[in-house]
C-alpha cells in the first residue's frame, strides 16, 4: 500500500470577490523511502500542496489517503492528531523554544502524545544522538550554530518516528556549507527508510532528491525520477562530523 495516495485533489480560496484556484486537481502516489522534491516558483501552489500534505489545511475536493487513512475532510482535532503521529515537520525558521534546551524541544511532540517523562527523555536523547547532536543537549538554540539549530528541529522531526519527514525550505536560512549537510542528513535518513519531502523553490536543494514534482499553476506540470541525484555532504551518524561526499 502507498503510503500517500492523492486523487484529483483541489484548493480554493474565496477572497472578497474573487476566486483562488491555488490547486486544480493534483492526483500523486507516494511510495514509503521516498526522497522527494516539489519545486515551483512563489503562487505556483506547492505551498498550498505542502499544507495539504501536511494536514495543516483540508482540500475543496478530492481525495487524500494517507498511511491507509482517508484525511481529505477531518475536523481539525482529528487532523492535530494525525500530525502528530504521522508526520515530523522541518520549517525554515528552526521553530525552536528559545528559553529551552535542545532535549525539551526535541520532547515536545512527545509531550503532547501524553508519553510518560522517562520514555520522552529516552526517546530525545536517541533522536539528538542520532543526527549528531549527543554533546548539545543541554544547549539552548542562542548557544547552538545555525546548523545545529536545524538538526535540532530534525530530531523533534523524527522523534515519534512519523510517517513523513516534511521539509519545507529547510536550507533557507542557512549557509551554502551547512545547508549542504542538512541535505546530507536527509540522504542519510532517506538511506535508513524514512520518507523525505522537501519543498523548494531552488533548484539546486531539488537536486539531491530522488524524485523531483514540479508544481505550476495548480497542477503538476513534471514529475520524474533524479537519475543522477546530487551528493550532499555526507552525515556522520552519532558524531558531529560532517565528510564531503
Do not use: W
Not at 470577490?17 to 516558483?41: F, K, S, W
Not at 501552489?45 to 487513512?69: A, F, I, Q, R
Amino acid at each position: 500500500m502507498p503510503l500517500i495516495q492523492i486523487h484529483d485533489l483541489t484548493r480554493r480560496y474565496v477572497m472578497g470577490t474573487e476566486t483562488v484556484h491555488a490547486l486544480r486537481g493534483v492526483t500523486l502516489t507516494i511510495e514509503r523511502g521516498e526522497y522527494i522534491a516539489i519545486m515551483g516558483p512563489s503562487g505556483s501552489g506547492k505551498s498550498t500542496l505542502m499544507n495539504l500534505l501536511g494536514c495543516l489545511d483540508s482540500p475543496t475536493s478530492g481525495y487524500y489517503e494517507l498511511n491507509g487513512v482517508n484525511v481529505a475532510h477531518m475536523d481539525d482535532n482529528d487532523l492535530a492528531e494525525v500530525r502528530n503521529r504521522e508526520i515530523g515537520f522541518v520549517f525554515q525558521s528552526f521553530n525552536l523554544l528559545a528559553r529551552s534546551d535542545s532535549l525539551h524541544n526535541v520532547e515536545l511532540p512527545l509531550i503532547y502524545a501524553g508519553l510518560p517523562s522517562a520514555e520522552r527523555r529516552e526517546q530525545a536523547v536517541r533522536a539528538l544522538t542520532n543526527v549528531g547532536l549527543g554533546d548539545r543537549m543541554h544547549h539552548r538554540p542562542n548557544e547552538l550554530s545555525g546548523g545545529q539549530r536545524q538538526r535540532v528541529a530534525v530530531a523533534r522531526a523524527l522523534v515519534n518516528d512519523p510517517s513523513i519527514v516534511l521539509a519545507d525550505e529547510p536550507t533557507g536560512n542557512l549557509d551554502s556549507r551547512t545547508g549542504e549537510e542538512i541535505l546530507g542528513l536527509f540522504e542519510a535518513l532517506s538511506r535508513k527508510g524514512n520518507t523525505i519531502i522537501v519543498v523548494t523553490h531552488e533548484e539546486e536543494v531539488a537536486q539531491h532528491a530522488r524524485r523531483i514534482i514540479r508544481i505550476r499553476d495548480g497542477l503538476i506540470a513534471a514529475d520524474e525520477v533524479n537519475p543522477n541525484p546530487r551528493a550532499a555532504m555526507k552525515f556522520a551518524a552519532g558524531g558531529t562530523s560532517m565528510v564531503a561526499a
